[in-house]
């Protein structure tokens, strides 16, 4: 009975230690263009002071997936400290000849369509990793589209917490209302990352989701 | 002589009885050239190894696809949209439409809740 007891007391502080060890990924996910980069900047120079990726108004700008480790946000007295995760836009086609629209070379063009390619390829593939996920969707694009409606139905299917950033809302066509209307299951939070609007409430909506996260993963 | 725009419908017990790898594979080797009009949809696994294997594809005269599919559970409420997942659950989601084509020769199409509609490019 006694050796019973020591073994569980030493059993729950190793596994302790080692849930402390493993770091909570957060998981930037959603279609090219949304700002994705430009939120987890955004997030960076909130929390940490510097910024994470280089954003442009060229498609599949994110090629490679960005990480940035030990990010701790504060809400109310309580700290979270997780490992940031940003990737490339998940699209059905990528098309050099669209770049070429953007000014760059032939050469640039396929060499940014054939990166492209292995970002989504990547990015679909770190998806299982992800403990909590935020979908960035362009709040000024119709929301009903089979790439967002793929992503949020694998994220639900893998039993993952996530959030709906619905970003570029500082813009005068953004259509809140349409994303929470699509995706009524899951918390959206209107946001402009650019602007850095209503951060605080993304912060909150993101503290609670980790929440459940944790029961998930306890 | 003039080349058309095939189009090519398949029912939903075509697919039933395949694995969701011969499926993902089915359908990416009949969108080539064509497009395709599906009964039913694909499960979120299977619609995202379509997007990996579509992105494996790429290169030289292939762009990739597009694909939409008219789902009447968006057009509920949430109560609906949950009973109408545990039904598909059970017997398969048939009464939704896929749409998907190369998109060498799609423009857009356009999507809401209650129609699909399919642009052509014509070079």
Excluded at chain 1, 51 to 64: A, M, Q, W
Excluded at chain 1, 144 to 151: A, G, P
């Amino acid at each position: 009975m006694v050796i019973r007891i020591i073994t569980n007391f030493f059993q729950r502080i190793f596994t302790n230690i080692f849930a402390i060890k493993k770091d909570l990924k957060i998981g930037l996910y959603g279609p090219p263009n949304t700002g994705k980069t430009t939120l987890a900047n955004r997030i960076c120079k909130d929390w940490i002071g510097e910024e994470l990726g280089k954003v442009s108004n060229i498609p599949h700008e994110t090629r490679e997936i960005l990480i940035k480790d030990s990010i701790t946000i504060k809400h109310k007295g309580k700290s979270i400290t997780f490992k940031l995760i940003d990737t490339p836009g998940i699209a059905t086609k990528i098309d050099y000849e669209d770049f070429l629209k953007y000014g760059l070379s032939k050469a640039e063009a396929k060499k940014r369509a054939k990166e492209a390619t292995k970002g989504v390829i990547e990015a679909i593939k770190w998806l299982n990793d992800m403990d909590v996920v935020v979908v960035v969707l362009d709040a000024t694009q119709n929301p009903y589209t089979q790439v967002n409606i793929t992503i949020i139905g694998n994220i639900a299917a893998r039993k993952i917490p996530l959030i709906i950033a619905a970003n570029k809302i500082d813009l005068k066509r953004a259509k809140l209302k349409a994303i929470e209307g699509a995706f009524p299951e899951y918390q959206t939070v209107g946001i402009s990352a650019k602007h850095g609007t209503n951060m605080e409430e993304f912060y909150e909506t993101l503290f609670n989701v980790i929440k459940q996260s944790k029961k998930r993963r306890k | 002589m003039k080349k058309g725009i095939k189009i090519q419908f398949i029912p939903f017990s075509q697919l039933a009885g395949m694995s969701s790898y011969k499926r993902v594979k089915f359908i990416l080797e009949n969108v080539k050239d064509k497009i395709v009009i599906i009964q039913g949809k694909l499960k979120p696994e299977e619609e995202k190894d379509l997007i990996e294997e579509t992105m494996k594809k790429i290169g030289k005269g292939f762009k990739g696809i597009e694909i939409e599919v008219l789902n009447p559970k968006f057009d509920q409420n949430i109560i609906a949209r949950l009973k109408k997942s545990v039904a598909d659950f059970l017997v398969g989601d048939r009464d939704a439409i896929t749409l998907i084509g190369p998109a060498s020769f799609i423009k857009e199409i356009k999507k809401d809740i209650k129609k699909l509609e399919l642009f052509l490019k014509f070079k």
